[in-house]
């Protein structure tokens, strides 16, 4: 894995914005980086370190983060919709109102992830884990969950509206 950190420079992340929409960032580490309201749309972040970052408010929407690692993350309101999160590692990660509409999930491990309030329809949730996550108020419409383990996950009645 690319152990480069994220680069340094007088300009904030928000002001970068721009510059990282569609970046390859295939494999860099960026555990616990700052990176609130980031524009990654449609960047590559395959196996990147994203461990205990910070990406609320961000934009991930199209972002290839198969395999990539985002255990402990800060996700809230960030826009995944369509991202490829194939094998991604979200264990104890806070997806608190992420928008994940028609994202790839398979094989993901979401052990323990906040996904209160977020919109998972139309996900691909095959062979995940969602083993003690909560999924209050998540939106699961059109989503398929047999084979998913969700033991010990809080689910509520509103989960399929």
Not at 83 to 92: I, N, S, V
Not at 133 to 156: C, E, H, M, P, Y
Request: proline share 1%.
């Amino acid at each position: 894995m690319n152990r480069e950190k994220f680069p340094r420079g007088k300009r904030s992340v928000e002001e970068k914005r721009s510059e990282l929409r569609g970046e390859d960032l295939a494999g860099v580490w960026l555990a616990g980086a700052d990176l609130k309201g980031a524009d990654l749309q449609d960047a590559n972040l395959k196996g990147a370190d994203l461990k205990n970052a910070y990406l609320r408010n961000a934009i991930l929407e199209g972002a290839d983060l198969r395999n990539a690692i985002l255990e402990g993350a800060d996700l809230i309101d960030v826009d995944l919709k369509g991202a490829k999160l194939e094998g991604a590692e979200l264990k104890d990660a806070k997806l608190v109102n992420a928008d994940l509409r028609g994202a790839d999930l398979k094989g993901a491990d979401l052990t323990g992830a906040n996904l209160s309030h977020a919109n998972m329809q139309d996900t691909n949730l095959f062979r995940i884990n969602l083993k003690g996550a909560d999924l209050f108020r998540t939106n699961l419409k059109g989503v398929d969950l047999t084979g998913v383990d969700i033991s010990n996950a809080f689910l509520d009645k509103w989960a399929d509206n």
